[in-house]
């Protein structure tokens, strides 16, 4: 999915006005521009009205490829970019012509930095799915002389897609395509293969283009060897490290202290196991192939010179030498082995992944002239073949390194150690100094217009209510200043109406007032780009008469001078700072709460989707994933940013590639540790989880651990307790609500916490546990600085409630829920997220789904209805070694008997089989009419009075209704699948005995040719209950559905008929449904 500045998403709608037709002559495509923003004609009025007053011609040596400006053309300035210079010549493209133009310097200026704002007036694009029908694949005269006609024209149209970073529209437009068709001027071509078609067509070099000026705004031309295809092989799996992550390490070998190899010494046994493997597999056998892969960087087996067979890698390309250079993955280690000794790697030995990495000192540098023998061989006798503590800061993605510190004996800080002995330490970064009052003085007095100084609060004062919000929460926003993703603000849509009440109010007040003194950071700023007034705060002084200041309800930073700042008058202190901070999560280490370093095409990136959606009208939601304090002391925000159908930290993943690797210097690592890391742990709903219940409220409101982060908590726990027993500097901790503290709880033991209550008594809650207890002062300490580390560990203890349970429950029921679960591991599965961030699950201990059980408990069960689960063999297998005490907790729950419910795997795995018996409820689906067809009746036998119809005769689309009815007959006792489940009363089956004939169904519709060739559907003509062909976008495989509801944007919501999924797509991922599959009945039952 795209969302491009000035572009609609692909599946959009669109009414476009043609300006211009090109017919390359090279690739027959029909290019087109047209204009998308004819509702916007008033602003790109006042805009070309203001580009007549350029702010500077060009001199002679001004203006390089890229830059923005000004060409004078037939009496008039258009907005243009440079491509290429020459002297005193310069090829430009017009911007909102969308083609090019040849001028020289005293042709072109520099315009205002406004006019520049809007996106292009004309967009490049191409007819999408059309190609000539002429052998010569050229236009004949006639087809030429019909799209030449269409300049000028205004027609409905659809985005097939959007192809970047040449900024091309693939235009489908059914009108034109149709008459093509028809007429024969055009074959049809598939979209995929269409776009296969542009892509190439846009990697032509440049001789091979006829004009440039038909080149697209952005479009680079690049030479490419098309014919040349890389070999592709089976690669190494690395596991990604998270930033802060804490292992116990073997050091395996050392060339120097920016390249260390670490192996994680949790795989030592299962590593030795692989070994003898290995070399079992290949010593003795002497008829193997020499190795497939000779290109350097293919894995492959070598025999080290111990005679030891090991998984490797080629340093280089094996030619005609006897004897090449590998790097033994396991070990790190390098050996040069004979050709003959290099092996291909058996595909059962690429499962268990690497887990050796290449490591750098973090905080060592080598001043510039290498590394001695001495320095490498002392390093070794520190580190080689000891097995020490890891942190791994951060991964340099660029050199593929990870920077590391490294923990010997008693703590001791390795890197340190060898930096202070070498004298090799790199020199801290020092913050700036603090602008103290005497400076500021001297500032001033120096300055024409003497203002009294300022005074500048400690780094975690506040003046003004900030916004914090519960983790998991989802709020709709408007972003209004981006930095960048690792750095950006958003405003609540909701109280806009505030903010523009709060700004109207602010104008009046302070437009005739004089300076005044200013009494703390929090003020307000003239910006005299716009000459309106706006609530700052001041980040920075450089010890001149301006200062450096954040609007505080935009984000936006700008530099003002002394005589334009005023006190914030209490009056306009009611409003909470409008703006708060965010960055985006990082999918490569979503718990982690270090923002990434994000790529400036990533940051673009992220630039172009929130102004295509504020362009298009698409609301955005803000999904809180973590909260925590910078070095100031301000709130910032882990969040991803959300439209619909479309996920900003999945869309600059997939654009770039690659998720980014977190920052080297992390703005939030040295912040004070007077806030908690909440996080959700990037549990997804629908997601399973073992975890284990720390506390329990009541069914509504309990709290529980990972069970995958065990490990996590175990070290959280030790580190903590050695850190509590020494000497602080201070034990007094200030006792003021939302205060973060170390706690000593009722095992002696100390846990994290944040004080709720100081009066009448102290009140911690233990945030890993979930716990809240009375304590006194003397069971808290503070949280130094020194505990940063401790304090950036997201928050273990989750909070959870039954789904489909009421919150009103009686107190006996939380009592007795509380008794019996709490300390004890379960299963959850995921329904749904509450607007506070609480994770509403289905809690499950083995086959008991306590759930129902709470539900039992407020209401008896009818007698008569049995459900009887049987498990698959593969199924079974899974779950024999996670059930917990089944009998023993259905004994306690006092469940019974004739009651058997499943576990969170059996609602949602494929492979799940239900019986039912005769007396059994009868789930059958609500839209589904009893019949009188035979229960027995195959889904793929087809009525025979029902003739085929071929694709394209269908004038209208079909219903559910339309379909063969094929009841289950009530006592039928059958095997099925659970393919879907929404909740306990609300699932979808299919009979096992159907399920070749299912996968049968999906073959035909992804492989039957009036399938593929058919057109997306026409958005204006689709209604509630339509029939369609649909493509779901986990599998990019089509299915069956019906059309739930249009929620505008250009999507559609489906639900596909034969398995009970529920999605929303774009438009063009709609088509109509052939005739032929309407013959064959639901598979649903």
Not at 659 to 679: I, Q, R
Request: net charge negative; glycine share 6%; with cysteine.
């Amino acid at each position: 999915m795209c969302s491009i500045p000035g572009l609609p998403m692909p599946g959009y709608q669109v009414t476009v006005l043609i300006t211009r037709v090109n017919l390359n002559p090279v690739c027959s495509l029909v290019e087109l521009w047209g204009n998308f923003n004819q509702e916007r004609q008033h602003a790109y009025q006042q805009m070309r009205r203001g580009v007549q007053i350029p702010r500077q011609r060009f001199c002679e040596s001004e203006g390089n490829p890229g830059d923005l400006c000004l060409a004078h053309l037939n009496v008039t300035w258009h907005r243009a970019r440079i491509i290429s210079r020459h002297g005193h010549h310069y090829n430009v493209f017009l911007i909102d012509e969308g083609r090019a133009h040849v001028a020289t310097n005293n042709t072109l200026a520099w315009g205002q930095n406004d006019c520049f704002l809007l996106p292009p007036e004309v967009e490049f694009c191409v007819l999408a799915n059309v190609s000539p029908l002429s052998h010569e694949n050229k236009w004949t005269p006639t087809a030429s002389d019909f799209l030449e006609s269409l300049c000028g024209k205004t027609v409905n149209g659809m985005v097939q897609d959007v192809l970047m970073p040449d900024r091309t529209v693939l235009l489908y437009i059914p009108i034109i395509n149709k008459h093509m068709y028809e007429v024969g001027f055009a074959r049809k071509l598939p979209s995929d293969k269409f776009k296969q078609l542009v892509l190439s067509s846009l990697n032509l070099p440049k001789s091979q283009v006829s004009s440039t000026e038909t080149l697209p705004p952005t479009v680079s031309h690049k030479q490419t060897d098309a014919g040349r295809e890389l070999e592709k092989f089976q690669q190494y799996f690395y596991p990604e490290l998270l930033t802060d992550f804490i292992e116990t390490v073997e050091v395996t070998e050392v060339i120097n202290p920016q390249r260390i190899f670490c192996k994680l010494s949790i795989f030592s046994q299962e590593l030795e196991k692989l070994s003898e493997q290995i070399h079992e597999y290949y010593e003795g056998r002497s008829t193997f192939c020499k190795a497939r892969q000779t290109a350097s960087g293919a894995p492959c087996a070598a025999r080290g010179g111990n005679g030891k067979w090991y998984r490797s890698l080629l340093q280089q390309d094996i030619g005609s030498e006897s004897a090449v250079e590998v790097l033994h993955v396991d070990n790190g280690k390098t050996d040069f082995v004979h050709v003959g000794d290099i092996r291909p790697l058996a595909a059962k030995f690429f499962r268990m992944p690497v887990v050796t990495y290449v490591c750098s000192l973090h905080g060592i540098e080598d001043r510039g002239i290498g590394w001695t023998v001495d320095e490498i061989k002392y390093l070794k006798s520190v580190l080689l073949h000891k097995t020490v503590i890891a942190k791994f800061e951060y991964h340099n993605l660029s050199e593929g390194i990870n920077c590391v510190t490294l923990y010997g004996d008693d703590n001791v800080n390795i890197n340190k150690l060898f930096g202070v002995k070498e004298r090799c330490l790199l020199e801290s970064e020092r913050p700036p100094p603090r602008v103290t009052e005497e400076s500021f003085a001297i500032d001033i007095q120096n300055s024409v217009h003497p203002l009294t100084t300022p005074h500048f609060p400690s780094a975690t004062e506040t003046v003004l209510n900030e916004h914090w919000f519960q983790v998991g929460s989802t709020l709709e926003v408007k972003v209004s200043c981006i930095e960048s993703p690792a750095k950006f603000w958003c405003q609540m849509a909701q109280e806009s109406t505030s903010l523009q009440i709060l700004m109207q109010e602010m104008q009046y007040h302070y437009t005739s007032s004089p300076p005044q003194q200013i009494d703390g950071d929090i003020c307000v700023a003239l910006d005299h780009d716009n000459g309106m007034w706006y609530r700052a705060r001041i980040v920075e002084n450089n010890r001149s008469p301006h200062v450096d200041v954040r609007y505080i309800d935009y984000g936006q930073t700008r530099r003002v001078s002394l005589q334009d700042l005023r006190p914030l008058d209490p009056v306009f202190r009611r409003l909470k700072t409008q703006a708060f901070q965010c960055f985006l999560q990082n999918l490569n280490t979503p718990t982690s709460p270090i923002p990434a370093d994000w790529s400036d095409a990533a940051s673009l990136e992220f630039q172009k989707f929130v102004d295509s959606t504020a362009d298009s009208n698409v609301g955005l939601k803000c999904t809180i994933h973590a909260v925590m304090r910078d070095t100031q002391g301000l709130v910032v925000n882990m969040v991803d940013i959300e439209t619909p159908v479309q996920s900003t930290c999945k869309l600059l993943v997939q654009k770039g590639g690659k998720a980014p690797a977190p920052l080297k210097s992390p703005p939030l690592s040295s912040a004070p540790p007077d806030t908690e890391n909440f996080s959700l742990h990037n549990i997804e709903v629908g997601g399973k989880e073992k975890v284990w219940i720390t506390s329990a409220k009541s069914v509504a409101h309990f709290y529980g651990q990972l069970e995958r982060n065990s490990h996590v908590i175990d070290k959280l726990t030790k580190d903590l307790q050695h850190f509590c027993h020494q000497p602080l500097q201070s034990t007094n901790c200030p006792q003021s609500l939302e205060t973060v503290c170390f706690a000593k709880y009722t095992d002696s033991q100390w846990y994290r916490g944040q004080i709720k209550a100081t009066h009448p008594t102290l009140q911690v809650h233990f945030v890993d546990y979930g716990d809240t207890v009375t304590l006194s002062q003397s069971d808290i300490l503070p949280c130094p600085v020194e505990a940063g580390s401790l304090m950036s560990v997201p928050v273990q203890a989750v909070p959870f409630g039954l789904f489909c349970v009421p919150e009103d429950v009686s107190q006996e029921v939380n009592r007795w829920f509380e008794k019996h679960a709490t300390d004890l591991r379960f299963t959850i599965t995921a329904v749904a997220k509450d607007s506070g961030g609480k994770l509403l699950v289905e809690l499950y201990d083995g086959t008991t789904h306590i759930n129902e059980m709470v539900r039992e408990k407020l209401k008896e069960a009818r007698p008569g209805k049995e459900i009887i689960l049987v498990q698959s063999p593969s199924l079974s297998s899974k779950l024999s070694t996670t059930s917990r005490r089944t009998d023993q907790f259905q004994t306690k729950f006092n469940l019974p008997e004739h009651v058997q419910m499943p576990t969170s795997q059996d609602w949602a795995a494929r492979g799940t089989v239900i019986k039912h018996s005769s007396t059994a409820m009868c789930f059958t689906s609500p839209q589904r009419k009893v019949g009188q067809s035979t229960p027995q009746q195959s889904l793929l036998d087809k009525p025979e009075n029902k003739p085929m119809v071929e694709h394209g005769q269908m004038c209208r689309f079909s219903k559910l209704t339309d379909l063969p009815s094929r009841p289950l007959k009530p006592g039928l006792v059958t095997e099925v699948y659970v393919s879907h489940c929404n909740s306990l009363s609300s699932f979808f089956i299919q009979l096992t005995k159907d399920e070749d004939d299912i996968f049968s169904l999906v073959e035909k519709l992804n492989g039957s040719q009036s399938s593929c060739d058919a057109p997306p559907v026409d958005l204006n003509k689709l209604q509630l209950g339509d029939l369609v062909n649909a493509e779901y976008p986990e599998d990019s495989s089509w299915y069956r559905a019906v059309v739930m509801c249009k929620p505008g944007n250009g999507t559609v919501h489906v639900e596909f008929i034969d398995f009970g999924n529920e999605v929303t797509i774009p438009s063009l991922k709609v088509k109509q449904l052939d005739k032929q599959f309407i013959e064959y009945p639901r598979t649903l039952s």
